[in-house]
T-cell receptor
């Protein structure tokens, strides 16, 4: 089945540790996104990528890093510089942003819940 | 800057009744799109319905319809014949064409038996 796979479902981070959240899609989408959701809040954009080896910062990129070495994969690293990482992280993908006639419907993975030990 | 406002933090509706979830938006662009997503307690975001700014008719998808009033910049979601499984968070989002979606803060809908 086509879709977006995020792993792990739950992740725990120790002080000073970097952790990486995985996101893989087999929808052949060009664009991929990472969002952070805090309890009772909406989604805030961390990073997004429209093509391989290129990505742009979103609204809350500080303390996070990403890579896009393959079209299918867009891993997110939560670095030790992110002092409040506890949140729900959602990955999404869509057709190319701005492509003519494209609605840019974003499809989401099931999310990763990150907690600090 | 683009902005989405959902003024109802929480809503209750009786099973089998219709409910309207409000969404207003702010953009200076002429071409844009509006989306509604459902987020059940499991956390996954589920796409429900889309409305383009140039679409002449209101979008409908099964029990979901979008009441689009362009002059008022509102895009309210109407759920007909509510079911217990409709209990979830609902998010309105704006797409401008060359930037990622901007999401509102959401409305929690609770369907009562």
């Amino acid at each position: 089945d086509g879709g977006i796979t995020q792993s792990p479902k739950y992740l725990f981070r120790k002080e000073g540790q970097n952790v990486t959240l995985s996101c893989e899609q087999n929808l052949n989408h060009d664009a991929m996104y990472w969002y952070r959701q805090d309890p009772g809040q909406g989604l805030r954009l961390i990073y997004y990528s429209q093509i391989v080896n290129d990505f742009q910062k979103g609204d809350i990129a500080e303390g996070y890093s990403v890579s896009r070495e393959k079209k299918e994969s867009f891993p997110l690293t939560v670095t030790s510089a992110q002092k409040n990482p506890t949140a729900f992280y959602l990955c999404a993908s869509s057709d190319l942003i701005g492509a003519r006639g494209i609605k840019n419907i974003q499809y989401f993975g099931a999310g990763t819940r990150l907690s600090v030990l | 800057a683009q902005k989405i406002t959902q003024t109802q933090p929480g809503m209750f509706v009786q099973e089998k009744e219709a409910v309207t979830l409000d969404c207003t938006y702010d953009t200076s662009d002429q071409s844009y799109g509006l989306f509604w997503y459902k987020q059940p307690s499991s956390g996954e975001m589920i796409f429900l319905i889309y409305q383009g700014s140039y679409d002449e008719q209101n979008a409908t998808e099964g029990r979901y319809s979008l009441n689009f009033q362009k002059a008022r910049k509102s895009a309210n979601l109407v759920i007909s014949a509510s079911q217990l499984g409709d209990s979830a968070m609902y998010f309105c989002a704006l797409f401008r064409g060359n930037t990622p979606l901007v999401f509102g803060k959401g409305t929690r809908l609770s369907v009562i038996a």
